[in-house]
């Protein structure tokens, strides 16, 4: 039974990707979440899957240490014969529109910490878990916006988010390849313009700056992420993609 580790699992593309993955019935999903216990969504799920063989739920908050340690513990104990698929997920997304110049250097920071640093903690804490199973696979959802080829195509956009995507994806095109030594196969997944609440809050200046653009559904999403995950091979590593698998640069 193949094992999945989702972080921020709570809402949008998380937890589609946990609802995607469930479809499969010898699938064995880990949903993490700061908080499933007041997540409706969560919680409905789970009444429809209780058994933790297939759905269980765990507290992971990445902006603080001792909860991705714990969320390790307890993933463990759930998969004796260790994590097949780890998909880091989780992450923040602050001012869109800010000018250069007064961008909010206490935000920038926080914002920096938790989409390179906090990814970071959780790889490395997870790291033996996942060497321990079959599939062996690290999964890092990131954005388009962090290629520093596609960002120039929305200028004046996500400064901050665009700078933080661009430092996770070299922290984990370099992580990577000491997995890969290690028969860990790393990728990093563009899950594309996606109608979540951060993809639609932009949508009309981001329709301006590239026409004819529109946003893809989660479910849309999710599905083809899913099969890019399951047609993974350590000759992949360390690639950058869109949901589909179409290869984007760096």
Avoid: C
């Amino acid at each position: 039974m193949p094992s999945y580790l989702i972080t921020g699992s709570s809402r949008g593309i998380g937890f589609g990707l946990v609802k995607e993955l469930l479809k499969n019935p010898e699938n064995q999903v880990l949903a993490t979440a700061r908080s499933p216990a007041t997540s409706k969504d969560l919680q409905k799920l789970h009444e429809q899957f209780p058994d933790n063989k297939r759905l269980a739920l765990l507290t992971l908050d990445i902006s603080k240490p001792e909860t991705v340690t714990e969320a390790a513990q307890e993933a463990e104990k759930l998969l004796p014969n260790g994590l097949d698929v780890l998909i880091s997920n989780a992450g923040i997304y602050r001012k869109a529109f800010s000018k250069w110049d007064e961008i909010d250097t206490d935000e920038f920071s926080e914002e920096l910490s938790l989409n390179t640093i906090s990814i970071l903690h959780l790889l490395r804490t997870f790291r033996p878990l996942v060497a321990k199973s079959t599939q062996k696979k690290v999964v890092v959802i990131t954005s388009a916006q962090g290629s520093l080829t596609i960002v120039g195509q929305l200028p004046d956009f996500a400064f901050t988010y665009s700078i933080g995507k661009a430092a996770l994806n070299m922290l984990v095109r370099r992580w990577g390849k000491v997995y890969k030594e290690e028969g860990i196969t790393t990728v990093l997944i563009h899950p594309g313009w996606v109608a979540t609440s951060m993809g639609l809050s932009d949508i009309e200046h981001i329709q301006k700056l590239i026409p004819g653009q529109s946003p893809i559904s989660v479910e849309e999403s999710t599905s083809k992420i899913v099969k890019v995950i399951d047609n993974l091979k350590l000759a992949d590593s360390v690639s950058f993609v869109s949901e589909d698998g179409t290869p984007l640069p760096w």
